[in-house]
């Protein structure tokens, strides 16, 4: 991995088009295409617990929602099942030709949005009652507070922001043995990689570069708090349901778990080492205009 400036504009886009035609092909599990055609769900339990705590246990049906950074439209497709009126938002057009084709497969409507995430149209302001976006959105937003203050423009008054993502500490490691850390926890520029393979399939025959930026749980949480959303809930995941690191392994319970050197030593014996945050789940709410409270602080 190479430090350099900001001159590889183009190659994020280019990235994630190639992607979005490949993903849910061939041999790729992560997008398990046949699972949701079949009416199954690929979202994951902490997606799935992040949209129950910030409905408040009533769940998605009658609510709009915009999906940011939607990709080829699985979670789409699962909220809009559980009964939102889904806009889904990327910048890649080939991704959101994919989310159309699948939509169209699996029998649901969904609106689809060509945009940067940093640059929401107008058009959609004020317009949702949540704003959903998950797994490996951030590294690839280099403004952060820009992106926190679009989510916040089209959210409504006591709308909520259901981020789960990556948690940064996890993205920092490259590779377990030999241990390399080679990402930095807080913002630092921008960062450019090179590799083959995807996260949904390592052996694929793709190679690519592209330009990725750390932002620490700090940061994103006060990027929220400067766009003018209220943190009703933030927890740092120390497991997941796959394998967020990519160099992970499941453990007997069948979760994911970051675990650095050595545990402490019991009665002669060492206990595996303690389990680092893998994930984390943010939820922000939009102030209501009218009273000035977010609903956690009502109750
Ligand atoms: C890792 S994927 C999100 C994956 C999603 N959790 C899933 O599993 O379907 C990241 C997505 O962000 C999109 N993206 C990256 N940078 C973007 C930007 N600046 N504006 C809009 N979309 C962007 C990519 O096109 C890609 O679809």
């Not at 339990?45 to 049906?61: M, P, Q």
């Amino acid at each position: 991995m190479a430090l350099v400036d900001d001159e590889h504009s183009g190659a994020n886009l280019a990235h994630w088009e190639a992607m979005a035609r490949f993903h849910g092909t061939g041999d790729d599990s992560y997008y398990d295409l046949d699972l949701l055609r079949s009416g199954g769900t690929l979202l994951g339990d902490e997606e799935l617990d992040a949209i129950k705590r910030a409905t408040h246990g009533d769940g998605l049906e009658g609510r709009d929602v915009l999906h940011l950074q939607c990709h080829i439209g699985c979670d789409s497709i699962s909220m809009a099942r559980m009964g939102a009126t889904v806009t889904a938002v990327d910048f890649s057009r080939s991704a959101l030709d994919r989310l159309d084709e699948l939509a169209r497969q699996c029998g649901v409507d969904i609106t689809t949005v060509e945009a940067d995430a940093v640059a929401l149209p107008g058009s959609l302001s004020a317009r949702f009652d949540v704003v959903y976006s998950s797994i490996g959105v951030l590294c690839w937003i280099s403004d952060i507070d820009a992106w926190m203050g679009g989510v916040a423009r089209v959210l409504r008054p006591g709308g909520k922001l259901v981020l789960v993502e990556l948690h940064p500490l996890v993205t920092m490691v490259e590779s377990l043995d030999p241990l390399i850390v080679d990402f930095p926890y807080r913002f630092d520029g921008p960062r450019v990689y090179s590799g083959t393979g995807s996260y949904a399939n390592r052996g694929a025959d793709i190679e690519w570069t592209t330009v990725q930026y750390a932002h620490s749980v700090g940061e994103v949480v006060t990027a929220a708090v400067r766009a003018g959303l209220t943190c009703t809930y933030l927890e740092e995941h120390t497991s997941g349901t796959f394998n967020t690191g990519q160099f992970l392994g499941p453990e007997d319970d069948d979760r994911y778990r970051l675990r650095l050197g050595a545990g402490a030593e019991r009665d002669g014996r060492r206990e595996p080492p303690c389990p680092m945050p893998v994930l984390f789940t943010f939820i922000g709410e939009k102030l209501d205009a009218a009273s000035g409270i977010a609903d956690a602080e009502r109750s």
